[in-house]
């Protein structure tokens, strides 16, 4: 069993930045794809960035250009950095690993490939 952990939300100003951090126990080394999702009450979870296995980043276009997913395997860490935030990126956010997204690529943004999740880290943006 994987255990993950999300840090480094909070409440900004529209425009600011935040930077998240996943804490993934290692399955990063076995995953197809790994990623980064959000969801907003009454909404289905959506894939906002993700990176398969050998280092293709897929993202959301209404973030595309804003965000930039990484990772260091070594520390078992995922990061999103989050800049020109809007409004509208206001979620909760949450991160995730999958060994399902034989195909990587794009393919790893379906959030149905994905079973396992954290507590997830609350991001608010005021504009």
């Known amino acids: 069993q994987v255990q993950l952990v999300e840090s480094g939300g909070g409440s900004v100003q529209s425009g600011g930045s935040l930077r998240l951090s996943c804490s993934t126990s290692?399955?990063?080394?076995?995953?197809?794809?790994m990623g980064w999702f959000r969801q907003t009450p009454g909404k289905e979870r959506e894939g906002v960035a993700t990176?398969?296995?050998?280092?293709?980043?897929s993202y959301a276009s209404s973030v595309r250009g804003r965000f930039t997913i990484s990772q260091n395997n070594a520390e078992n860490m995922m990061y999103l950095q989050m800049d020109s935030l809007k409004p509208e990126d206001t979620a909760m956010y949450y991160c995730s690993a999958s060994r399902r997204g034989i195909y990587g690529g794009l393919w790893c943004l379906n959030v149905k490939l994905y079973d396992t999740w954290g507590q997830g880290t609350q991001v608010t943006v005021s504009s």
């Open positions: 990176i398969d296995d050998v280092g293709r980043t």
């Open positions: 290692g399955y990063s080394y076995s995953s197809y794809c």
